[in-house]
C-alpha cells in the first residue's frame, strides 16, 4: 500500500469523524453548557443562537463534501490504474 493512498484513506476517516460531530454537536445540550461559561452575553447569545449553530453544522456538512470528494478521487484513480 502506498504511503499517498494511506495518508488520503486516513485524512477521509479525519474528515467523516468531524463533520459528522459538527453537524451533530451544535444541536445537542453539551454546546449549550459550553456557552454558559461564556462572561460576555453579547457574545453568549450569539453562540447560542440558530445562525452560530448552523455555521458549526454547514462547518461539519463541509468536511463530509470534502471526504466525498476525496473517496471519488480515490477510486477514479484505482479505476484508471
Not at 34 to 47: A, H, K
Request: aromatic fraction near 18%; proline fraction near 1%.
Amino acid at each position: 500500500m502506498r504511503s499517498g493512498f494511506l495518508f488520503r484513506l486516513l485524512f477521509v476517516v479525519y474528515c467523516v469523524e468531524v463533520g459528522l460531530f459538527l453537524l451533530i454537536w451544535p444541536w445537542m445540550g453539551s454546546y449549550d453548557r459550553i456557552w454558559w461559561e461564556v462572561r460576555w452575553s453579547l457574545l453568549r447569545m450569539f453562540g447560542q443562537g440558530v445562525l452560530a449553530r448552523s455555521l458549526v453544522s454547514s462547518f461539519g456538512a463541509l468536511h463530509l463534501l470534502w471526504a466525498l470528494h476525496d473517496v471519488d478521487l480515490m477510486l477514479s484513480r484505482e479505476r484508471r490504474s
